[in-house]
């Protein structure tokens, strides 16, 4: 088994990354970093650089803080040769990651960006169905309660905190792992709480017929949608790419195990002393953060 410490222990980490490193014969969860949270059992710091000298045993660190406050962590951590494993999305701006991805390799280190929603159950049939297909249309329904998933999370909010393309990076994810040809925004109408810095709702329109619908105001059914239309039939994914349907037949469905394959697919890196960088998700938030129109609606408070 290898050592690894997780770092920030909020929703997630407590939520995901703590049972799925606890279920798997590759991990030891050997540490934790956070200000205020612990893992029972488990030794714990408040002060990273402490943790990074007082144990060079430990190989990997995952970082579960929000994309602000991660660079100056991963950065340490890669100093200090340690392989690294980042949230999504993976930093707050693009070159800070490929400023990263640099460093781990200069370093000889493993980097990489997750994206949990890739492993969901249905994403890679739905890749491989569509691989042969002339792909006609594309719409995301991407529809979730903020207060539910974030709860009192002022982070999103800031600059930064990417707003709905928070949850909206993981439809990203999945757009640009299984459509067989490339995209490109055309046009974006973003919603801006008066009170806040970040979109609570965004509409995009895409090159090759590709729409998508952000809203983080859902209250009740929550939507994680993704229907793609093809000159053969019709393919869609659901809870977040855990249901996957071809024209209406269930093809995949169940327990999803994204953050174990997360793990999985970790301790496959470090193994071939390999990096993953994928920066395409955020490739377009950022277009959407440049291109989008920005509209001013209510006041948002959790
Ligand atoms: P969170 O609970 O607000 O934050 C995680 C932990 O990071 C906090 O408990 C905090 O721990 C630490 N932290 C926060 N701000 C910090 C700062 N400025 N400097 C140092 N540490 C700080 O957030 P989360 O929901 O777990 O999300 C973290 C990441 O996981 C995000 O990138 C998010 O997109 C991703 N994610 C979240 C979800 C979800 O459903 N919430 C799902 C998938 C992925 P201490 O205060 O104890 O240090």
């Known amino acids: 088994m290898t050592a690894i410490c997780l770092v920030g222990i909020g929703k997630i980490a407590v939520d995901q990354h703590v049972p799925a490193i606890g279920g798997s014969a590759d991990w030891e969860l050997a540490a934790t970093v956070s200000r205020a949270g612990s893992v029972d059992g488990v030794q ?58 640099d460093m781990a390799h200069a370093a000889g280190v493993s980097l990489y960006t997750t994206w949990h929603s890739r492993m ?50 993981n439809a990203l994810s999945i757009i640009t792992e299984i459509l067989p040809m490339p995209i490109h925004l055309r046009s974006a109408e973003l919603f801006f709480p008066e009170n806040r810095d970040t979109p609570i709702a965004a509409h995009m329109q895409w090159t090759q017929n590709v729409t998508g619908d952000f809203d983080w105001r859902q209250e009740g059914p929550q939507s994680w949608d993704i229907t793609v239309e093809t000159t053969t039939g019709t393919l869609s994914l659901h809870d ?47 277009d959407a953060l440049t291109l989008g129109k920005r509209n001013v609606v209510a006041a948002f408070h959790f």
């Not at 045993?57 to 890669?78: E, G, N, T």
């Open 120 to 169: 969901a159950k249905g994403v890679a049939p739905a890749k491989a169905w569509l691989a042969d297909k002339t792909v006609t249309g594309v719409h995301i329904c991407w529809k979730e309660d903020v207060r539910r998933w974030h709860p009192g999370q002022d982070w999103v909010f800031a600059p930064g905190g990417m707003g709905v393309f928070d949850p909206g990076s």
């Open 240 to 286: 977040g790419g855990a249901r996957l349907l071809i024209d209406g037949n269930e093809v995949a469905a169940g327990a999803d195990r994204e953050y174990p394959a997360l793990y999985d697919r970790m301790a496959e890196l470090v193994k071939t002393n390999a990096s993953e960088v994928d920066l395409s998700p955020m490739l377009h938030v950022a």
């Open 44 to 101: 714990s710091f408040t002060d990273f650089d402490q943790m990074l000298s007082e144990r060079p045993d430990i190989p990997v660190i995952s970082l579960c803080l929000p994309p602000v406050p991660r660079y100056d962590y991963a950065a340490k951590a890669i100093a200090a040769g340690r392989h690294v494993m980042l949230e999504k999305p993976p930093g707050a701006t693009l070159a800070e990651v490929y400023a990263l991805a």
